[in-house]
């Protein structure tokens, strides 16, 4: 029987390094690993990995490759990388990673396991046979996703929260009044919120003079956000928005804003600082403000899933909630941090990923 102390892990991750739910959730895990003194590897796919990664064994290689030839040395390398830290547990993370963890299960007996981070769409259907079982889902939705649309079993998938640290304690940190933050990747859907957030900043500016937004994170639309962002601080003829880009310094970030917009890993981490949170996933689900009432169904789908009316009004009458009444925003705060404390710890994610890959090694040997 494989115990904590003998679990070697190489950790694939084949998507390019973002500001990201996904992102944060590995780098957190391999944090606590080191911390809990099980080793890690990792297999990234471009040099940004190596600088988040320091003191880990990092390889940088092409996996997104369409061409056989480095597709066949790619899995010589990480043959060479699984004899050389005498790996015993693959763990993947995105879908190209998971074709990788199959085949090299294949050739060096070599058990994989697969972190299902998202809701796959159709075509990732085309991915179903390189999940393994069990595999991880961060959240209840996303295995009743994967039980639905993708096939599982339920009994096959296991639910292991996403979880932070507590490295940046919000009390450590003074946040600007009336300071909101939005941090996301900005793909087509997230960017559609931060440009109704701009809208939103705008109008709460009615009645808050000094509100003002930071908008952070890389994506396709960084640009076209911040046009808007422009267009917005003209009108009101003044800087109240603010684009900053990808960062490294989250916490901190999130810390120093008096209300964060976001889900997933973002909220959590604004509530491990203690700063409310108003959560919104797309166009289409809206959570709102993130209080005891709302928490427990809010958070089997990483704060994405909410019945309110996605519009610029409703948006500033949730923000304008916690940023008007200090009292509300501090009992809002303390929940949040007391929430994350008990449930969504970055020490609790690991020990529950080490009973997994105890019974997945375990599977193995009875085979």
Known sequence: MHTKDDTRVLMIFSQPWHIGGAESHLLALVQEFRTLGIHTAIVGLDDTIKDVFQGVPVTVLPLRTHSLSPFIDNIKKLNGIIDGEKINILHCHQRTAAVYGRILQFRSSIPYTLTLHDRWRPLHNLYRPFIPKPCIAISEGIKAHAVQKLGLQGEGVHVIPNGVSFDCPGGMIQPSEHSIIYVSRLNRLKAEVALLLC??????????????????????????????????????????????????????????????????????????????????????????????????SASRTSWTRGDKEVTVANIAKELELVLVNPALAKEVGLFGQELVRTECSARAMALKTISHYQEVLALRQKK
């Not at 959570?287 to 427990?296: D, M, R, S, V, Y």
């Open 199 to 296: 809208e939103a900043a705008a109008l709460l500016r009615q009645t808050i003079p000094s509100v003002t937004l930071t908008i952070v994170g890389d994506g396709p639309y960084l640009a076209h956000v911040s046009k808007q962002a422009e267009a917005v601080n003209r009108s009101c003829q003044q800087p109240i928005i603010t684009v900053l880009g990808a960062r490294n310094d989250i916490p901190e970030l999130l810390a120093g804003h008096s209300v964060a917009v976001g889900v997933g890993r973002v909220a959590l981490e604004a509530m491990a600082a203690q700063r409310p949170v108003v959560a919104i996933a797309d166009l289409e689900n809206f959570p709102g403000l993130i209080t005891a009432e709302n928490w427990q």
